[in-house]
């Protein structure tokens, strides 16, 4: 018993990163639950991990200050919830402690283990997380049991997971991971391990799974041939193979997109957009004549043009959401709309665009503190529908304010700063395949959380953003050397 304890406080960090998976096949499993338990098994470990690390940590004055500044962040965000009616502060202050179970994860293992121990864990659990990710698509693809990515199509293949877009970033961010230890641990046979993951990526169906594995195996490529160009003298065997099996890695995922779930959709897509834009021109001109017929018959002299576009504008209205336009009324709408030249048939039926006209139109209501600490995101559902943003920086500002943003660009930001610091004074010392494969694990998931969303609000898929960041803090030193600070001390 008492050794099981101690396995348990040496490797938590391993236990709930393995975890991960098997959480997320949990909600799916309780899809039509009230209640999913990932979710707030997720919600335990964001309040008892700190906790406990509080407890054990013997750094506990800065891991305090950090807690307290996400606290009291937390504080006024609730605050001002109750503010403005306490009709949803049970869900806001769920999906507030969500959005911040990977940062007080994060900090907590920083302050939890030493550097090795979290590398160490890290490591054994992304090796498990891969393997348990594959076996999984494979089991439920060929069983042909779990969703599709795309329902609306019946196409790509998601599995036992809930939401597609979420595990598409789970899975970005696993694949270049995956590719590194393949090559470390297995040479020369990395692209046999390689051939399943293209085929799992590819008919995944989205754009980010299969960018991740371009890029994945482009970093490859990329980084050997500068090694071998600039750095080393001699030029190894296995060196000059890697180069060519990238390239033919490469070429197969290339081939394999031909005949993918995201080709077949966007083509269909493209050829559905031209038809309805032309519908619409068709439409719209022929409105426009009865319209100015109308005006001949009554003698009324025609518009200005300023009341004619006004007028044309209108005639959209009943291409846009109906819940939309009883919010905000439909000139607001619509001229939302037109600001961005959205007008058209691509504008009105990008999902994107709608949710995030709800957002700026929500926070154009707001008053200045609301600014500061963000709106309640149960704002953002009107009637039946649910207007919930999916790209990661506008929610991020529209939810949690000027302060929220701020944290949340200061706490990436110290990381990437670590990340510059060790690259300008230790160049050569730290440009190794390891190290290269975290920085375009890094920029793969903010480039995901700028365009797909989900990867800083989501638990499951933000806690691997975690992962990548504590390997960076590992692999850096701090900003500020202790002699740095000894130094300034003593000159003051």
């Given at each position: 018993?008492?050794?099981?304890?101690?396995?348990?406080?040496?490797?938590?960090?391993?236990?709930?990163l393995?975890?991960?998976?098997?959480?997320?096949?949990?909600?799916?499993?309780?899809?039509?639950?009230?209640?999913?338990?990932?979710?707030?098994?997720?919600?335990?470990?964001t309040?008892?991990?700190?906790?406990y690390?509080?407890?054990?940590?013997?750094?506990?004055?800065?891991?305090?200050?950090?807690?307290?500044?996400?606290?009291?962040?937390?504080?006024?965000?609730v605050?001002?919830?109750?503010?403005?009616?306490?009709?949803?502060?049970?869900?806001?202050?769920?999906?507030?402690?969500?959005?911040?179970?990977?940062?007080?994860?994060?900090?907590?293992?920083?302050?939890?283990?030493?550097?090795?121990?979290?590398?160490?864990?890290?490591?054994?659990?992304?090796?498990?997380?891969?393997?348990?990710?594959?076996?999984?698509?494979?089991?439920?693809?060929?069983?042909?049991?779990?969703n599709?990515?795309?329902?609306?199509?019946?196409?790509?293949?998601?599995?036992?997971?809930?939401?597609?877009n979420?595990?598409?970033?789970?899975l970005?961010?696993?694949?270049?991971?995956?590719?590194?230890?393949?090559?470390?641990?297995?040479?020369?046979y990395?692209?046999?391990?390689?051939?399943?993951?293209?085929?799992?990526?590819?008919?995944?169906?989205?754009?980010?799974?299969?960018?991740?594995?371009?890029?994945?195996?482009?970093?490859?490529?990329?980084?050997?041939?500068l090694?071998?160009?600039?750095?080393?003298?001699?030029?190894?065997?296995?060196?000059?193979?890697?180069?060519?099996?990238?390239?033919?890695?490469?070429?197969?995922?290339?081939?394999?997109?031909?005949?993918?779930?995201?080709?077949?959709?966007?083509?269909?897509?493209?050829?559905?957009?031209?038809?309805?834009?032309?519908?619409?021109?068709e439409?719209?001109?022929?409105?426009?004549?009865?319209?100015?017929?109308?005006?001949?018959?009554?003698?009324?002299?025609?518009?200005?043009?300023?009341?004619?576009?006004?007028?044309?504008?209108?005639?959209?209205?009943?291409?846009?959401?109906?819940?939309?336009?009883?919010?905000?009324?439909?000139n607001?709408?619509?001229?939302?709309?037109?600001e961005?030249?959205?007008?058209?048939?691509?504008?009105?039926?990008?999902?994107?665009?709608?949710?995030?006209?709800?957002?700026?139109?929500?926070w154009?209501?707001?008053?200045?503190?609301?600014?500061?600490?963000?709106?309640?995101?149960?704002?953002?559902?009107?009637?039946?529908?649910?207007?919930d943003?999916?790209?990661?920086?506008?929610?991020?500002?529209?939810?949690?304010?000027?302060?929220?943003?701020?944290?949340?660009?200061?706490?990436?930001?110290?990381?990437?700063?670590?990340?510059?610091?060790?690259?300008?004074?230790?160049?050569?010392e730290?440009?190794?395949?390891?190290n290269?494969?975290?920085?375009?694990?890094?920029?793969?998931?903010?480039?995901?959380?700028?365009?797909?969303?989900?990867m800083?609000?989501?638990?499951?898929?933000?806690?691997?953003?975690?992962?990548?960041?504590?390997?960076?803090?590992?692999?850096?030193?701090?900003?500020?050397?202790?002699?740095d600070?000894?130094?300034?001390?003593?000159?003051?």
């Open positions: 018993m008492k050794k099981s304890i101690n396995y348990i406080k040496n490797n938590m960090l391993l236990i709930i393995a975890c991960q998976p098997f959480l997320d096949i949990l909600a799916y499993i309780q899809r039509d639950f009230s209640i999913s338990m990932a979710g707030y098994i997720r919600l335990a470990l309040v008892c991990v700190p906790l690390t509080l407890i054990v940590t013997k750094k506990k004055k800065p891991f305090f200050l950090i807690m307290a500044v996400i606290a009291g962040f937390c504080f006024l965000h605050l001002n919830t109750l503010r403005g009616g306490a009709g949803s502060f049970f869900n806001d202050t769920k999906y507030m402690l969500l959005v911040a179970h990977a940062p007080i994860m994060l900090f907590s293992f920083m302050f939890l283990y030493e550097k090795e121990s979290i590398k160490k864990q890290i490591t054994i659990a992304l090796i498990l997380n891969v393997i348990t990710s594959v076996i999984v698509f494979y089991l439920s693809y060929l069983l042909q049991s779990g599709c990515t795309y329902p609306l199509f019946q196409t790509g293949w998601t599995g036992w997971y809930v939401i597609p979420a595990q598409s970033l789970i970005s961010s696993l694949i270049t991971f995956a590719v590194y230890f393949s090559i470390k641990y297995c040479k020369y990395f692209p046999l391990l390689s051939l399943p993951l293209i085929y799992m990526y590819t008919m995944n169906g989205t754009k980010a799974t299969f960018g991740a594995l371009l890029i994945a195996f482009g970093s490859i490529l990329g980084f050997t041939l090694e071998v160009i600039f750095l080393k003298a001699k030029r190894e065997r296995f060196e000059i193979y890697k180069i060519l099996m990238s390239v033919v890695l490469i070429a197969v995922s290339l081939a394999c997109y031909t005949f993918s779930p995201r080709q077949i959709i966007n083509s269909t897509t493209e050829a559905h957009r031209q038809q309805e834009q032309a519908a619409l021109e439409q719209q001109e022929l409105e426009e004549e009865l319209a100015e017929e109308e005006e001949k018959l009554n003698d009324k002299e025609s518009d200005d043009s300023g009341d004619k576009v006004i007028k044309n504008k209108k005639f959209y209205v009943k291409y846009i959401n109906p819940n939309l336009i009883d919010r905000f009324g439909a607001r709408v619509l001229d939302a709309y037109a961005g030249d959205n007008l058209n048939s691509y504008g009105l039926s990008n999902m994107r665009l709608k949710k995030l006209i709800y957002a700026r139109l929500t154009e209501e707001c008053d200045f503190v609301t600014r500061l600490v963000g709106f309640d995101f149960t704002k953002m559902q009107h009637k039946d529908d649910n207007f943003l999916e790209n990661d920086p506008q929610a991020i500002l529209y939810y949690y304010g000027y302060f929220g943003a701020a944290l949340y660009i200061a706490f990436i930001g110290y990381f990437l700063l670590r990340l510059l610091k060790k690259l300008f004074t230790k160049f050569k730290s440009f190794n395949l390891y290269f494969t975290l920085l375009i694990t890094l920029v793969l998931q903010l480039v995901s959380a700028a365009y797909s969303g989900y800083l609000r989501r638990p499951n898929v933000a806690i691997y953003l975690a992962i990548t960041l504590l390997l960076i803090y590992c692999q850096t030193e701090p900003l500020f050397e202790k002699k600070i000894e130094k300034a001390e003593n000159e003051k």
